[in-house]
């Protein structure tokens, strides 16, 4: 099932305020927590972005940053959750407003950050040259055509 229980993990007004400066001012974050088959999975979705407002931006981009030492259940620890917050500002900032933040989702041993942009490349490119500088972690990137923005009606 699906609740919206917060996380004591994840800093909301911190995203709140990133999304509201990154996306729109009308960034309305919810936090849910998922159970999988897998394990637990929390996630952070803007439900405040919507596809209408970005009709060009139809690439889904899934950054897939592993998890150093998962949590017996695949989740991460204060220290690290730390560390991917700010590996996760650092991506945003090479971006800019070439991509549009939709969530992210944290278990199962990963971070998956959810973004769309348009067709260009540009906004790979740069994300593989953000991944480059941090050859520490194991950071993977699924580049999709995904004009219905399916990612956000999983979160529904």
Known sequence: GVSETPDTDVDAEGLRAKLGAWNTDDA???????QTPEGPVIASVDFGVKRIDHLLMDTHCAVIIS???PAEVG?????????LNELEDRLFDSLG?????LGRETGLGERVI?????????VPERINKWASS???RTIDLVVNHDPEWSVQQSWL
């Not at 309305?28 to 998922?34: A, K, S, T």
């Not at 989740?75 to 560390?83: I, Q």
């Not at 959810?114 to 540009?122: E, I, S, V």
């Open 67 to 69: 998890i150093d030492a």
């Open 97 to 101: 407003n070439m991509a549009v933040f």
């Open 114 to 122: 959810h973004l769309h942009c348009d067709a260009t490349g540009r």
């Open 75 to 83: 989740m991460v620890d204060d220290v690290e959750a730390v560390e």
């Open 134 to 136: 941090h050859p520490r």
């Open 28 to 34: 309305q974050v919810v936090i849910l927590e998922m």
